[in-house]
């Protein structure tokens, strides 16, 4: 038995209403997954940092991550005053909220004679004077591809 055309459209009525829901359930897991996984690659003795690491999800869209401010010279490296460790170029989305002082990674000022902080004196001017060696620990591109992926294996229509 065939089904009339007004049939059908009564059928398809509502279909899609609760799509919007399910997109954004499905981006919110997806980053949530994605954010273990670096989470899971992070050194050991992060835990302060490693905590703070959060999914930014604005109008279910994932817009990137949030973390401790300091996380993100940990993960591209910070060149010292007098000698530099490794370092990572500043990806441009990074960048657009938390730009390099000069050039494309990060640096501490020579100007100035230690960082601000709560670590104690003499670690502020060590670190000031050597630098932070870069540990990479997120790369944003392949995170962004990481929810996607993720998204679409798991989006159920």
Do not use: C
Not at 15 to 31: D, H, K, R
């Amino acid at each position: 038995m065939a089904l009339t055309p007004e049939q059908i459209a009564r059928q398809l009525e509502d279909i899609g209403t609760n799509l919007p829901e399910t997109i954004n359930s499905a981006i919110a897991s997806a980053a949530d997954i994605a954010i273990e996984e670096v989470k899971r690659g992070m050194p050991s003795d992060s835990g302060a940092l490693k905590q703070s690491l959060k999914a930014r999800i604005v109008d279910g869209q994932f817009l990137g991550v949030t973390m401790l401010d300091y996380g993100w010279f940990q993960n591209f490296g910070v060149a010292g005053t007098k000698n530099e460790k490794v370092q990572f170029g500043v990806s441009d989305i990074v960048a657009e909220f938390l730009p390099p002082r000069t050039g494309a990674t990060y640096s501490f000022d020579p100007s100035k004679k230690m960082i601000g902080g709560d670590l104690p004196f003499g670690v502020r001017v060590s670190i000031h004077q050597k630098g932070l060696t870069g540990k990479q620990f997120i790369d944003m591109e392949a995170l962004t591809d990481r929810v996607v992926e993720l998204v679409n294996q798991n989006l159920e229509l």
